[in-house]
């Protein structure tokens, strides 16, 4: 495989995660597993929340398809830029989300206007703490227009 093709799937891999993540957080996560995923939206001063368990899966998901691919050629499997691809989105999820915007790790503070962006239309879906929640549901995806220009008021 190209060094073309393996960067490719790594960014494929990145944004289908986000995909995937607001299907799940908006079907499943606000549905069949709202009981966990609850935690999330209730105010909590512990460290971790049974909400993490979806990020531990995510994250054994990528750790599974990594050492699959290192049992052979890394440029020749595809297991591992996919679990790479996995990994990056979770770790920008991690900072931007639980050390950033919910400040659960850390306090970190930016004047970066993306992120900052970002941080304001996931305060926007934290709006209520019913089932039924507000959009946007993605990290990563929502209408940036928009927040950007609540980020001005």
Same mark, same amino acid.
Do not use: C
């Given at each position: 495989?190209?060094?073309?093709?393996? =960067?490719?799937?790594?960014? #494929?891999?990145?944004? %289908?995660?986000?995909?995937? /993540?607001?299907?799940? &957080?908006?079907? @499943?996560?606000?549905?069949?597993?709202?009981?966990? $995923?609850?935690?999330?939206?209730?105010?909590? &001063?512990?460290?971790?929340?049974?909400?993490?368990?979806? /990020?531990?899966?995510? +994250?054994?998901?990528?750790?599974?398809?990594?050492?699959?691919?290192?049992?052979?050629? *890394?440029?020749? /499997? =595809?297991?591992?830029?996919?679990? #790479?691809?996995?990994?990056?989105?979770? *770790? %920008?999820?991690?900072?931007?989300? !639980?050390?950033?915007? $919910?400040?659960?790790?850390?306090?970190?503070?930016? !004047?970066?206007? @993306? =992120?900052?962006? =970002?941080?304001?239309?996931?305060?926007? &879906?934290?709006? /209520?703490?019913?089932?039924?929640?507000?959009?946007?549901?993605?990290?990563?995806?929502? !209408?940036?227009? %928009?927040? +950007?220009?609540?980020?001005?008021?």
């Amino acid at each position: 495989m190209s060094i073309l093709k393996f =960067i490719s799937l790594v960014a #494929l891999s990145f944004i %289908l995660m986000e995909l995937l /993540s607001y299907i799940l &957080h908006r079907y @499943i996560f606000h549905g069949l597993f709202w009981k966990i $995923h609850k935690t999330h939206h209730e105010s909590s &001063h512990s460290l971790f929340e049974m909400n993490d368990l979806f /990020s531990l899966s995510f +994250s054994i998901s990528a750790i599974v398809l990594m050492i699959a691919g290192l049992q052979e050629n *890394i440029l020749e /499997s =595809i297991y591992f830029p996919i679990g #790479l691809g996995i990994t990056i989105y979770g *770790i %920008l999820y991690f900072i931007i989300h !639980d050390v950033y915007t $919910h400040k659960r790790f850390a306090k970190l503070k930016t !004047d970066n206007r @993306i =992120i900052n962006i =970002i941080k304001k239309a996931h305060q926007k &879906h934290h709006q /209520s703490a019913e089932k039924i929640g507000n959009e946007p549901y993605g990290l990563f995806l929502f !209408d940036y227009e %928009l927040f +950007s220009r609540k980020l001005k008021k």
